[in-house]
């Protein structure tokens, strides 16, 4: 099985570098921007049996119910980056939620908001896609564990300027214009850099493609043997 997993980071703009033809698509939180404004992006995904990871930010969804993106597209789960039980789905999305079972414990971290928690959406949805899929080749763009912000750049490709700080937000950890501490963006791209780790040696004989934008990665990310790493500029 072939998975493109589709994040929200500038890289985001690559995702025609793939060439791999999908068996699944996932799509990370609230994309319904992307989906609109990024070139070929809508098309690509007409003819694409999609998986899309969502948190439970309150009217997230409404972008996507605005794009009728639930009628217009093939989205055959919706995925919540929560173990099941912890959260109540409230969101007015027209299908059944699928939350996170105890397979995922071992490979995620002792959270500060949750007893356990990936380190974002975006691993949770890579952590569902190895539990669940075990793809033969993950596909990833997109993913720029939030390097842009060193260069005062925004987090994402397409901004978000209605909901959460797009100038740093790091999932539930969010900083604000002068208060940006370098030391806390470090420690959460380490987390999310080596829970990537985690999945590729679950599964060393999938091969992961990374497109990045992130100029910092740990030695494991880059000397693992089934991680190809394309940086992009």
Partial sequence: MIINMLLRGRSLEYYRDIEDEPDIVYLVNDMHREVDSVEGLKDYLLDKN???????????ESGFLKINFFNDFNVTRLIRPYL??????EQDIPMKSTFLDNIHIPFMQIGHKYPYEYPGTGIAAIADAVLTHRPSVLNIVGLDFYDNLRDGE?????????????YADYSDLEQKGDTFQEELLSDWQYKMQNSLCDFSDFLPKMKINLWTKCNLLIDRLKNLKNITIKEVK
């Fill in 50 to 60: 999609i998986n899309l990871t969502m948190s439970l930010v309150k009217g997230s």
């Fill in 84 to 89: 099941d039980g912890l959260r109540q789905d």
């Fill in 154 to 166: 925004s987090n994402y490709l397409v901004p978000n300027f209605k909901s959460r700080d797009y």
